[in-house]
């Protein structure tokens, strides 16, 4: 495993924690079903842009943080951000040269993949879900090319 | 235990209400201060009137239940916990507040606030705790009505202002605007606490039971100070009857 520079770590762990920051901030009632999984898209961007600093690993610790801050199943978020995380390593050569409307659509099936898990564990735990569930899919879709130009510019500085 | 790694981004997440209320507060000016001073006392006067009735009315309450030989539940203690600005999770209503199991809190505590039940704490984590409100959809809570002691389950539905009494025939004894307080049937919520006032009763001919919604009285969505409460499980024993009560049972 190459060396990870040290900046490039720090900016990863930064970005991971504002990420998790705006999942909690309390939004208007209209826009709270619809509101994208920031720390999920984060992750997602190393993943494509510098998978040398996203791993499986880190990714599934970063779901247990979220697991424990947003008080669901241990694990429920952990599994579902590991296998987003190894989709978007394993097919980062391809995506990252996408046109970054492209790139979006590569990331809502990532992002609607996780939904699904989410939805598998919700359900096993008894819980029933309203359709609009399925809607920050598509408003994650929509921001992502903002968290992308923003984590990169950030990452240039 | 990992939640005291994050508590910290709950707490920052707070902050800008915090120091929202804050300047609303330092900013606000002498005569509004003034008038709001002004309402309080006379509430304060007025709660005050009530309370005295409701001293002596409880001093006759024991009286009357020693008289029955049943016994009567001590009063509860309350701490007061503050919301943090925080949403977990859409699809539930779970709020986060400041005071957590270093203050004692503990899962299954009741929470109140000025006009009534709020819900019950589901998680006491060390700085903070999560509780749940009655109308999440997976919360129950044992109800009664007030004005003739029906007792029935009100079953949140996932909507602030609404509660769904599913389990009533169409031929209850219950009216829009009966107010429905906690029967303490559950073990977990003190009795006699107000829940919520029924809005609709909608009979179904062709079903066995009536639609029935109420709005919860206490302020979901905008108290920010809430009460958890210590109900004392243990009874006070019988008082001492006194001495021509004796000679009633002797």
Not at chain 1, 2 to 16: A, D, E, N, R
Not at chain 1, 119 to 125: A, D, G, L, Q
Not at chain 2, 56 to 61: D, H, Q, R, V, Y
Not at chain 2, 95 to 120: C, M, T, W, Y
């Amino acid at each position: 495993m190459s060396k990870i520079k040290l900046p490039l770590l720090v900016t990863y762990w930064l970005s991971i924690i504002i990420a998790m920051a705006l999942n909690i901030i309390p939004w208007a009632p209209p826009f709270l079903m619809a509101a994208p999984d920031w720390v999920l898209l984060t992750l997602i961007y190393w993943a494509i842009a510098a998978p040398e600093t996203a791993s499986v690993g880190k990714a599934w610790m970063v779901g247990l943080l979220v697991d424990v801050l947003t008080g669901q199943l241990l694990g429920q978020y952990a599994l579902a951000y590991a296998v987003s995380v190894f989709l978007g390593v394993k097919q980062h050569k391809r995506i990252r040269h996408y046109p970054i409307i492209q790139q979006s659509l590569a990331v809502c099936i990532i992002l609607l993949l996780a939904r699904v898990l989410i939805f598998w564990t919700e359900n096993i735990n008894h819980q029933t879900m309203p359709i609009n569930f399925w809607l920050s899919v598509l408003t994650g879709a929509l921001v992502w090319p903002v968290v992308s130009l923003t984590l990169r510019k950030t990452r240039g500085l | 235990m990992l939640s005291v790694f994050v508590y910290p981004i709950q707490f920052i997440v707070d902050v800008p209400t915090r120091l929202f209320n804050g300047m609303h507060d330092s900013f606000e000016s002498y005569q509004q201060l003034l008038g709001e001073n002004k309402e309080l006392k006379q509430q304060q006067l007025i709660n005050s009137a009530r309370l005295l009735k409701f001293s002596a009315l409880e001093k006759e309450n024991i009286r009357l239940r020693s008289l029955l030989d049943s016994s009567f539940k001590l009063g509860e203690q309350v701490l007061i916990a503050e919301l943090l600005a925080v949403n977990l999770n859409p699809y539930e209503h779970v709020v986060v507040v400041n005071k957590g199991s270093r203050f004692g809190v503990h899962e299954g505590q009741p929470v109140l606030d000025a006009n009534g039940i709020v819900g019950q704490v589901v998680k006491a984590l060390p700085l903070s705790s999560e509780i749940i409100l009655i109308t999440d959809p997976n919360h129950a809570i044992p109800v009664q009505v007030n004005r003739n002691g029906l007792h029935t389950i009100a079953i949140g539905s996932g909507q602030l202002n609404k509660l769904n009494l599913p389990f009533l025939p169409n031929n209850a004894d219950m009216v829009p605007g009966d107010l429905l307080i906690t029967s303490g049937l559950g073990g977990v919520f003190p009795q006699g606490y107000p829940v919520a006032v029924v809005e609709s009763f909608v009979e179904q001919p062709d079903k066995p039971f009536a639609v029935i919604q109420a709005t919860p009285t206490a302020a979901l969505n905008t108290s920010r100070e809430l009460l958890i409460v210590w109900s004392n499980s243990q009874v006070i024993p019988l008082n001492n009857p006194p001495s021509e009560q004796e000679d009633v049972q002797d």
